[in-house]
């Protein structure tokens, strides 16, 4: 199965030359322009995402808030 | 985490926040790719790791995220979290220092390694806080940490 990334950037050149990347790397990209469409994107496709670029500087919600309002949900070993 | 400026205060509140790692704008497209494929090796699927473990009176549900001793739910942040997972999962067994730091803060962590011992301080506090309670978290010396129901304290 592929791995779905979820990208959070809102300048667009760069994210679509990040995706245009990450597919390269056989990945599937999700992409969200702010804070609030990274949390609408995340709980419609959270069982699919194994990873979050996050963009600290962000229109409507800035990375952090987003950061804050995902949980936790790895597990690791020693 | 992707900060558009090298500042130490994004750093360390998104670190702390629960990010694996962050970048610094601009950056080179192989360093993010490189970090990403780290992070995915890192993680493990959801539906592999629900379980409950269970340390003397603390019990650690990792589907729910909820962690309790003697029935009294511990409210903890992310890290912590993760941290004491690292320790009850090995639990009886000594976590070696760069261990703990690998598994819980990513493999190319390059903050300062004392981290470690500032979160297992903020664990103790909020697992071994009752003097009434047996201590769970022991200091190993020349290792790391270990959580055990079986250490004596003196």
Excluded at chain 1, 9 to 23: I, K, N, P, V
Excluded at chain 1, 30 to 55: M, P, V, Y
Excluded at chain 2, 63 to 86: C, F, H, M, N, W
Excluded at chain 2, 125 to 152: C, P, Q
Aim: hydrophobic share 40%.
């Amino acid at each position: 199965m592929k791995t779905t990334l979820l990208l959070v950037e809102d300048e667009e050149g760069l994210a679509d030359s990040l995706q245009t990347e990450f597919e390269l790397e056989n990945m599937v990209v999700i992409w969200a322009k702010d804070g609030i469409e990274a949390l609408n994107k995340f709980h419609e496709n959270e069982a699919q995402i194994s990873l979050i670029i996050l963009d600290w500087m962000l229109p409507r919600l800035d990375g952090f808030s987003v950061l804050r309002r995902i949980p936790a949900r790895s597990q690791s070993s020693c | 985490m992707l900060t558009a400026r090298d500042y130490i205060g994004d750093k360390v509140a998104g670190l702390t926040g629960g990010a694996d790692d962050y970048l610094t704008k601009p950056f080179e497209m192989e360093e993010l790719i490189a970090r990403v494929e780290v992070a995915l090796r890192h993680s493990h699927p959801v539906s592999q790791s629900a379980t409950v473990y269970t340390t003397g009176n603390l019990t650690v549900d990792t589907e729910s995220k909820r962690v309790s001793r003697e029935g009294d739910i511990i409210p903890l942040t992310q890290r912590e979290y993760e941290l004491l997972v690292a320790l009850i999962v090995n639990q009886n067994e000594p976590c070696s220092r760069e261990s703990l730091l690998d598994t819980v803060w990513g493999i190319d962590f390059d903050g300062q390694p004392n981290i470690l011992d500032v979160y297992i301080r903020n664990l103790r506090a909020k697992i071994d806080a009752d003097t009434n309670e047996r201590k769970l978290i022991h200091t190993v010396r020349g290792v790391g940490y270990m959580l055990s129901d079986n250490v004596v304290s003196r």
